[in-house]
């Protein structure tokens, strides 16, 4: 499986913009980035995924580095709500299970 | 927004003894996933089940476990001989059907086991 690399942990303030990055040196061509979180005491939620295009929605924006090897979730305005683990996954058609890394635990701060 | 549904959200049960957690996915998706986190890791993926047939499996997933969706709403895990390391929170998770498609996660059933 294609693996990716997140930091540990990050902190915020709330209204702030918060920049979470993602490497995955070895993506295939075919591999979609997608985004999860969790927030305390909840099932995995699905934050937003993309291709080769930066994708934008209403919980946050993912940028995409031009080589794909590398992704920034930007998450625009911080709030306290946002504090959870976010995981960044490659999901490509062979496998459709979400394997889970360590993810980035995101503190907020008021 | 669509919504899974878990029972019970949390059971106690005896080592030794056969659970069944069940989930209600939502119902115009087609492909169904158990995932588990033992408490203070990582969330790991278990099986996921596809036409009624199992599609992919990890190696957790051994013959203690099995899935079904018996009467095509519930889709259930079934644990045969519980052990103390069962214990952990169990979700469910639904996708429409392309592979990009968004997984949509339950809240859970803690599993206990004494």
């Known amino acids: ?110 | 927004e669509p919504e899974v549904t878990q029972t019970p959200s949390h059971q106690v049960t005896q080592m030794g003894q056969e659970v069944i957690l069940r989930c209600v996915p939502i119902s115009n998706h087609l492909y169904f996933y158990w995932y588990r986190q033992i408490l203070g890791q990582k969330v790991e993926f278990l099986v996921s089940f596809y036409n009624n047939e199992i599609s992919e499996k990890s190696e957790i997933f051994d013959d203690q476990f099995s899935v079904e969706r018996p009467d095509g709403s519930n889709f259930t895990l079934k644990i045969r001989s519980t052990k103390l390391e069962d214990s952990a929170m169990y979700f469910c998770a639904a996708r429409r059907d392309s592979y990009t498609d968004t997984q949509y996660f339950g809240p859970g059933t803690r599993l206990t086991v004494l």
């Open chain 1, 1 to 110: 499986d294609a693996k990716t690399t997140q930091p540990n942990s990050m902190e915020s303030n709330e209204e702030e913009p918060v920049h979470l990055p993602c490497n995955h040196s070895t993506i295939s061509g075919t591999d979609y980035i997608h985004w999860y979180r969790q927030l305390p005491s909840q099932g995995p939620e699905y934050v937003i995924h993309g291709l080769t295009s930066n994708v934008n929605n209403r919980m946050a924006s993912l940028a995409i580095a031009e080589d794909r090897k590398s992704s920034t979730l930007i998450l625009h305005r911080a709030t306290l709500r946002d504090a959870a683990v976010y995981y960044c996954i490659l999901l490509n058609q062979a496998g459709t299970a979400l394997i889970f890394g360590k993810g980035t635990t995101l503190s907020v701060s008021s």
